[in-house]
């Protein structure tokens, strides 16, 4: 297992298209975190999943966005009709589980760049 | 929101320590105390975490304060290649990890 995935690493859109992106966590990492990071910012929280379930969701995480986790395995996140707004790293992270003492491992990030 | 507070930028000569702080009053007891770092263009990595004790890992050193309002990462032996921005993180359970904007290490040559 080389870490957590996340593909594509880079998408270019069109404002108004959708865009969807994928996060293999490490196998066997129950919680999954999707985050959002603009240049010279710490990254965002947006949602995050123990196993299946979604656990919260972010005020920052309009209408537009969506996130599954279908088998506790790997994550999508869409996000619909694509707003410049929208242009970021979207970050993904995964732990063996809830308890604070263990550390998350995060993707490289995928890079969206609304045109 | 983040619950702690970190100088926004900080220098450091190469090859000497670096100790890097972070306030945190708000502390309950059951929050552990993480450090993340971010090399540019890459995602956060792990650095150290510890609850109550100094904790010592091969990548750096984490004191904590009495009261834990407070803690201190140490980079023994700085190299360029620690040049990243640092962010330090409480943890409780089931609460989703919250950065905040961390500190900008620059390492001089």
């Known amino acids: 297992d080389t870490g957590v995935s996340q593909d594509p690493r880079h998408k270019i859109t069109k404002r108004g298209q959708n865009v969807t992106f994928r996060c293999d966590p490490i196998s066997e990492h129950n919680r999954l975190y999707w985050y959002r990071q603009t240049l010279g910012q710490g990254p965002e929280f947006l949602t995050y999943?123990?196993?299946?379930?979604?656990?919260?969701k972010s005020r920052l995480l309009s209408d537009r966005f969506s996130a599954e986790r279908p088998k506790g395995s790997f994550s999508t996140l869409e996000i619909q009709r694509t707003e410049q707004g929208d242009s970021a790293m979207y970050l993904c992270?995964?732990?063996?589980?809830?308890?604070?003492?263990?550390?998350?491992?995060f993707g490289q990030g995928t890079r969206l760049t609304v045109v | 929101d983040a619950k702690t507070t970190q100088p926004n930028s900080m220098e450091s000569n190469e090859e000497e320590p670096v100790h890097l702080p972070c306030n945190h009053s708000t502390i309950s007891g059951t929050d552990y105390i993480h450090w993340y770092r971010q090399l540019p263009s890459q995602g956060p990595e792990y650095v150290i975490h510890?609850?109550?004790s100094n904790v010592n890992n091969r990548m750096a050193s984490l004191a904590i304060a009495e009261d834990r309002k407070s803690s201190t990462l140490i980079l023994h032996r700085a190299t360029l290649r620690d040049a990243a921005v640092y962010y330090c993180?409480?943890?409780?359970?089931?609460?989703?990890?919250?950065f905040g904007k961390g500190t900008r290490l620059h390492i001089l040559p």
């Open positions: 999943f123990q196993n299946e379930a979604q656990l919260e």
């Open positions: 992270a995964s732990s063996v589980s809830d308890r604070a003492n263990t550390e998350a491992f």
């Open positions: 993180i409480l943890r409780d359970r089931d609460d989703k990890i919250i």
């Open positions: 510890g609850l109550t």
